[in-house]
Structure formats: structure tokens, C-alpha cells
């Protein structure tokens, strides 16, 4: 760790470790939400394909560290600020497959926006979601101020805000994490480092080894930790959040992931990687490194695994049909959350 304690920054490998409040059920439990997930994602990217769903920024090699995470706070209490690829996350939280897709099919019924943004932008207040613009970096800054609030009222809240290396290079990131270290804020600031924003590899982006050896100048811990390895994650989530609630202030975590898809469906990342780097990439798939670790300790059978990918496909198959068959939203319902109560075009206010 870097940053205002004293602390030296430094690289968790917890390759074989588990923390001892994770038992082997609850990280067979973690397994088959990621399995879920996978199978989520790429159904999405199909209707995407298919020109059913606008666009997608898929979350695949993003799972442990999002899953590993959520796992580290408390649902129903904290607070979670998320960007586009956060699909786990939303998972993890407890919204549904088929939330999910009438949020990328922009049906009547979708529960963060009504569909009127971009899919899963919006909030989930019974979930603590919070993502409220497609713009990068916006929800840093919001994250900080809903710290803040939860400092002033005296709460025991802990607030996330998930984001990319491409965001950590705006002024938003920036001010949100000098704010919050000047007044010691309980937020952990979430970065999932996939190498790219969009498609400037990371070398072009900054001239530092890692976003996470920026913290000492914001006067908080940083540390890097293998984002594939969800216990490792966890650990790291674990240790933010106490220092959070013992009135320490801000951490920053840098989770290292993978992105084996495009930036979104709207990009063509053939014409800045190469094939080659993605097949390397898939070598760390943090569904076959966990699923590997299962089977090592006899945690996970060949059954049981076959069971969580079946039960995802049906639970998958089930939100395809439920939202192609909803309706889209009523055009009756198109002034609402943008005019007061009463107001229609043409009125007068």
C-alpha cells in the first residue's frame, strides 16, 4: 500500500489463499455467479448482433473483480456507484436476468431509468445502485459527495465507485479523490485496469506503473491486486472497507483485468489489438482460474458445474423471452421525471 499512513505500495498474490471468513460454499457460491454472468453477457452480445440491443460494453474478464468486490460490503447498507461494464456488480447486488434485459432492450418495465438511458444507467435505491450518466468519470465525484453525507449523518456506510483507467484520467477522478482524502471519506475508489481506454493501451495514457501509485498524492493507501483472483480481490475490498468504517478515510484499489471483447459492441478492437494478446489474455479467465481452484480442493465437481451452466442458461433463456415479449414504454409516460406534475408541451408553467 501507498499512501498518507506510511505504508509502502505493493502487488497482493493471494494465488492459493483463501480468507478465513470465505468458506469453500461461498466461494462455489461466487463461482456460479460468475458462470452466471458469462452466460448473461454473451447472450447480450448476441442481441446485440442481432440488433435487438442498442449497444453493450460487455463486463467478460471483469467478473472476479467485480463479484470479489461486492462480496467485501455489506448489500443493503453500502453504497455502490457503477460505471458501464459493471454487470456483475448489478448481478451480485441482486438484480435480476431479467431486469437485465429489459434494461438493453429498453422495455417497459425497466427498473433504473424507465429506459430512458443508456442500459443499467439510472438507480436501484432497494440495491444501493447508483449510476446516473454514461459520461466517463461523472460518478466519482458523486460517490464522494454521497461519502460525504454518510460521514456527516454519522452512518456506518461504505461507498464504492467502480470505474476504468481511462476514467482515473479525468478531473473528475482526480478532485473526487483529493477531496476525499483531505476529509478522510469512507470510499473505496474501484479501478478496473484492463490495459485500455477504449483504444489507448495504458502506456499512452500515463507515465506511471499503475493508477494505484497516484494515491499518495491524494494521501490515501493504494494497492494493485490481481483482478482474476477473486480472493485476492475480496482481501483487498476487505481491508478498504475497515479502515473505511474505523474512520481512516479513502482507499484506492486497482484490480487488473481483462477485457477480451471490444470496448463496446460499437467498437472494432481488431484495429489496435492484435489476436494474439487476446489469446494470452484468456489464459487468465477468472472463471477457469477460480473453477481450477474449486476443483483442486474438491469443492467442485464436473456435476456440479455442468448444474450452475445449465441453471444459468435456463435462468438466461427465461429473460431472453420475458423482455422480447414485453412491450416498449408507453409514449404516455414521455414527460415523466423531465417537467413538473401538470406540465405538457405547450403549457405554460
Not at 64 to 86: C, M
Not at 106 to 119: I, N, T, V
Not at 207 to 232: F, L
Not at 320 to 334: I, L, N, R
Request: glycine residues 8%; contains cysteine; negative net charge.
Amino acid at each position: 500500500m501507498a499512501g498518507g499512513d506510511g505504508e509502502s505500495n505493493t502487488t497482493m498474490s493471494l494465488d492459493r489463499s483463501t480468507p478465513a471468513d470465505l468458506s469453500p460454499d461461498d466461494l462455489v457460491e461466487m463461482y456460479r455467479q460468475m458462470v452466471l454472468c458469462r452466460t448473461l453477457d454473451e447472450r447480450l452480445w448476441m442481441l446485440n448482433r442481432q440488433g435487438k440491443a442498442a449497444i453493450v460494453a460487455s463486463a467478460q474478464g471483469h467478473e472476479a473483480g467485480q463479484i470479489g468486490s461486492v462480496r467485501a460490503l455489506r448489500v443493503g447498507s453500502d453504497h455502490f456507484y457503477t460505471n458501464y461494464r459493471d454487470l456483475a456488480v448489478l448481478l451480485s447486488l441482486g438484480m435480476t436476468p431479467r431486469e437485465v434485459l429489459l434494461s438493453f432492450l429498453a422495455k417497459d418495465g425497466e427498473r433504473m431509468s424507465g429506459a430512458r438511458q443508456f442500459p443499467l444507467h439510472g438507480a436501484y435505491p432497494e440495491l444501493g445502485a447508483i449510476n446516473l450518466s454514461n459520461v466517463v468519470g461523472t460518478q466519482i465525484p458523486q460517490a464522494v459527495g454521497a461519502a460525504l453525507a454518510a460521514k456527516m449523518r454519522g452512518e456506518d456506510t461504505v461507498v464504492i465507485v467502480y470505474f476504468g483507467d481511462g476514467a482515473s484520467s479525468t478531473g473528475d477522478c482526480h478532485e473526487a479523490m483529493n477531496f476525499a482524502g483531505i476529509h478522510r471519506l469512507p470510499v473505496i475508489f474501484f479501478c478496473e485496469n484492463n490495459g485500455y481506454a477504449i483504444s489507448v493501451p495504458r502506456k499512452l495514457q500515463m507515465a506511471v506503473d499503475s493508477v494505484a501509485s497516484r494515491a499518495q498524492g491524494y494521501g490515501m493507501p493504494g494497492i494493485v491486486v490481481d483482478g482474476c483472483n477473486i480472493t485476492a480481490v475480496y482481501e483487498a475490498t476487505s481491508e478498504a472497507a475497515r479502515r473505511a468504517r474505523s474512520g481512516l478515510g479513502p482507499s484506492l484499489v486497482e484490480a487488473m483485468v481483462e477485457r477480451y471483447l471490444p470496448h463496446t459492441s460499437d467498437d472494432d478492437d481488431r484495429r489496435y489489438r492484435a489476436a494474439e494478446e487476446i489469446e494470452e489474455a484468456r489464459k487468465r479467465d477468472p472463471l477457469k482460474i477460480l473453477k481450477e481452484r474449486l476443483e483442486e480442493v474438491g469443492a467442485l465437481s464436473e456435476t456440479t458445474d455442468q448444474q450452475f451452466h445449465a441453471d444459468a442458461k435456463s435462468q438466461v433463456d427465461d429473460a431472453t423471452q420475458f423482455a422480447e415479449s414485453a412491450p416498449y414504454p408507453s409514449v404516455d409516460g414521455f414527460y415523466d421525471h423531465v417537467y413538473a406534475t401538470g406540465l405538457r408541451s405547450g403549457q405554460s408553467p
